[in-house]
């Protein structure tokens, strides 16, 4: 049964307390157990690094000559026999964010989201889809793709294998900031791309630009005069795009990486 507008309007004003929430499954294991039961059980969410720090060369193999991340996303949209956007973004909604659109919300794949209220979205075509997810890579945003039994709960839709999510998230607001205070086990199922690689390179000053706001999940730092990259990584690139001496690389296993991130998720939805 799709929840009511007043059950999002409470998920909205409790959002800020994720944190509080989050390190307590870090302190109490039936705490950790119950939360990864109830919200987070059969999860499997990739990020999708931006295609802008993506590397371009023909040396890649593809026929176009490219590879980019994106294209996970477009071969659940050519499968999925039904396709809804949402008309805001909750997070960014309820941060009050400043920096990002709010009218750029998450898109949702698969006949459970059938079942989504109609005030909080709208079914799109494959092409609108496509425009959606577009205008979110343009606006900055770093998109993530997978299960999400969270989406199940707070939409009220099921199955889960019939939901397939993309995030559309900003380094400020995004749900996933919490990733640093959740217990490993949970934190654990959301995770980078098969095949992607970032380095801090030689041509590193210092600075620190990589280190302010930029990371969704502190996973860069300075020691010394030089930033280094914790394994908390996600590979989503934004340090790629904000270091003013391009001294951070992003690479991927060309169209290997697209294709073992299909074939990781698909076996978890029935589209």
Not at 57 to 66: H, R
Not at 250 to 265: F, M, S
């Amino acid at each position: 049964m799709a929840r009511p507008l007043w059950f999002v309007w409470l998920i909205k004003k409790t959002n800020n307390r994720r944190f509080a929430l989050a390190r307590l499954t870090r302190r109490f294991s039936p705490f950790s157990r119950l939360v990864d039961d109830l919200l987070f059980k059969g999860d499997d969410i990739v990020y999708l690094p931006m295609d802008r720090a993506v590397p371009v060369g023909e040396e890649v193999g593809l026929p176009e000559g490219t590879v980019v991340p994106s294209q996970v996303i477009d071969h659940f949209i050519d499968r999925a026999p039904f396709l809804w956007v949402m008309d805001r973004c909750i997070c960014r909604d309820s941060a009050g964010c400043r920096d990002y659109p709010h009218d750029l919300g998450c898109l949702f794949m698969g006949d459970a989201a059938r079942g989504i209220n109609p005030a909080l979205g709208r079914e799109v075509s494959r092409e609108e889809a496509r425009e959606h997810q577009r205008r979110c890579r343009e606006a900055g945003l770093v998109q993530l793709v997978g299960r999400n039994k969270l989406d199940t709960f707070w939409l009220g839709v099921k199955p889960g294998r019939e939901l397939v999510t993309v995030c559309n998230c900003c380094p400020c607001c995004c749900l996933w900031k919490m990733l640093p205070d959740l217990n490993e086990a949970i934190s654990g199922k959301v995770h980078r791309m098969p095949g992607v690689s970032v380095r801090v390179t030689d041509a590193c000053r210092g600075c620190g630009k990589c280190t302010e706001g930029v990371c969704f999940v502190d996973a860069i730092s300075l020691e010394g005069e030089r930033a280094v990259i914790s394994d908390r990584c996600r590979g989503c690139g934004r340090c790629v795009l904000t270091c003013p001496n391009q001294a951070i690389e992003l690479t991927v296993d060309g169209p290997e990486a697209v294709r073992a991130t299909i074939e990781r998720l698909e076996p978890l939805f029935d589209l």
